[in-house]
């Protein structure tokens, strides 16, 4: 069955790093698009970053781009999210979630997500 | 970026009511759009995707329609399990938005 877990999230002071992994089971990693989407307490749902399938292309969202980087080890069949430059509005939980194939086509939708891991930026 | 409103951010409702919750994008973006379900401190779980496919193991009860700027997820007879938060997402381009979200709750 598939799973996603992820990991590394924590405390960490305003301008500070964090690194997020995702470990993914149960199909073939390389087939499938990733992505970050985080949810800051109380709040909605926003989407962050994607990594292709092959690694070919990375999309993010204004708020991240140029601090956040997404990256997949298909060795190890995990994916990652580099945050530098943290502030308190990254202060969520962020959850990795792979891309639906429906109908034999890829749709830039959510079919399978992880349990999240909690970020808290903060003095 | 394009946006999308949902409507209402919250309503009450009863065990078999019919529910309706709207998504307005900015934009028209044709059928490139799903929703989502969220119970409280749980991942979302996709329900509909192409605006009206209904995702596999989704009861019969939810359905979704529209296309280009307007849609609609309608629940024929609410049950107590979905007491939840729904959420939109358009997936016609980057960045990929979610609406704000519509909070089903226990009349």
């Known amino acids: 069955q598939v799973q996603l877990v992820e990991s590394g999230g924590g405390v960490v002071q305003p301008g500070r790093s964090l690194r997020l992994s995702c470990a993914a089971s149960?199909?073939?990693?390389?087939?499938?698009?990733m992505h970050w989407v985080r949810q800051a307490p109380g709040k909605g749902l926003e989407w962050v970053a994607v990594?292709?399938?092959?690694?070919?292309?990375?999309y993010y969202a204004d708020s991240v781009k140029g601090r956040f980087t997404i990256s997949r080890d298909y060795s190890k069949n995990t994916l990652y999210l580099q945050m530098n430059s943290l502030r308190a509005e990254d202060t969520a939980v962020y959850y990795c979630?792979?891309?639906?194939?429906?109908?034999?086509?890829?749709?830039?939708?959510?079919?399978?997500w992880g349990q999240g891991t909690v970020v808290t930026v903060s003095s | 970026a394009i946006q999308l409103t949902q409507s209402p951010s919250s309503l009450s409702a009863s065990v078999g009511d019919r529910v309706t919750i709207t998504c307005r994008p900015s934009?028209?973006?044709?059928?490139?759009l799903a929703w989502y379900q969220q119970e409280p401190g749980k991942a979302p779980k996709l329900l509909i995707y192409?605006?009206?496919s209904l995702d596999s193991g989704v009861p019969s009860r939810f359905s979704g329609s529209g296309s280009g700027t307007d849609f609609t997820l309608t629940i024929s007879s609410l049950q107590p399990e979905d007491f939840a938060t729904y959420y939109c997402?358009?997936?016609?381009?980057?960045?990929?938005?979610f609406g704000g979200g519509t909070k089903v709750e226990i009349k």
């Open positions: 149960g199909f073939t990693f390389s087939n499938y698009g």
């Open positions: 997402q358009q997936f016609n381009n980057y960045p990929l938005t």
């Open positions: 934009q028209g973006i044709s059928s490139a």
């Open positions: 979630a792979r891309e639906a194939r429906r109908d034999g086509y890829i749709r830039t939708i959510f079919d399978y």
């Open positions: 192409d605006a009206s």
């Open positions: 990594i292709w399938y092959d690694g070919s292309n990375k």
